[in-house]
């Protein structure tokens, strides 16, 4: 079935630092990428849309300079946590959207210090 | 706008016992409906869908049916099990492909021996 692999599953970073979180689509193609945080025991809170080869729709109040994302290609889609601060600590899960279906990536917990 | 509503957590039970999560939901159109599953430090899973009016998405004895009347799409299950024990979202897609999902605030199933 349709895999997505997210990596890394869990990083520590400075507070200062940026962090690149990556999707890969491993046996398809996704034209659509979402991108969600989710806080301690609360449900998934949508930051962004990313469509291939185009800039990336944002949610209201996300700030798009600070959670930078690229989906370059059909098979990988970032996002990038810049100048991170410990409130950014979270977990981030990209979803592809693909025929009506979506598959979900393994998440990654970032922590900033 | 879209919305999903759970019922209020979390949700204990003995091994073997009936399950019902409830679930209901405001949307345009005619969207699509989703229970998704998380299991600690990990990403969702689908665990059943259903398309339209009266379908009924089934999968590891889980069940939901698409009720448009009530606007409805509660999970069941006749007998739990310890493994079972997770936390659990419903969630809509608008009518488009790779429509963004919009996700209830999910609730957590203990399951015990």
């Known amino acids: 079935g349709a895999v997505v692999s997210q990596h890394p599953s869990r990083v520590i970073c400075k507070s200062g630092t940026s962090v690149k979180i990556e999707c890969r689509s491993l046996d398809f193609q996704a034209t659509t990428m979402f991108w969600y945080r989710q806080f301690p025991k609360q449900s998934l809170m949508l930051m962004a849309t990313?469509?291939?080869?185009?800039?990336?729709?944002?949610e209201q109040g996300v700030e798009k300079d600070k959670f930078l994302i690229n989906h370059a290609s059909l098979t990988l889609s970032t996002l990038t946590v810049t100048s991170a601060h410990p409130e950014d600590s979270s977990f981030y899960i990209c979803s592809a959207g693909r025929n009506y279906g979506y598959t979900f990536g393994s998440g990654t917990r970032l922590t900033v210090v | 706008g879209d919305s999903v509503t759970q019922m209020e957590g979390p949700v204990t039970l003995s091994e073997e016992a009936f399950l019902t999560i409830n679930c209901t939901y405001t949307a345009t159109g005619y969207p699509s409906l989703f229970w998704y599953v998380q299991y600690p430090g990990e990403g969702l899973q689908l665990l059943l869908k259903?398309?339209?009016?009266?379908d009924k998405g089934s999968n590891k004895g889980f069940e939901a049916t698409y009720r448009k009347e009530t606007t409805s799409f509660h999970l069941e299950k006749g007998s739990v099990q310890v493994s079972d024990s997770a936390v659990y979202f419903c969630a809509l897609s608008g009518t488009g492909a790779n429509s963004k999902l919009t996700f209830g605030k999910g609730i957590t199933l203990s399951v015990r021996p």
């Open positions: 990313s469509n291939e080869g185009s800039k990336a729709t944002y």
């Open positions: 259903a398309t339209k009016a009266d």
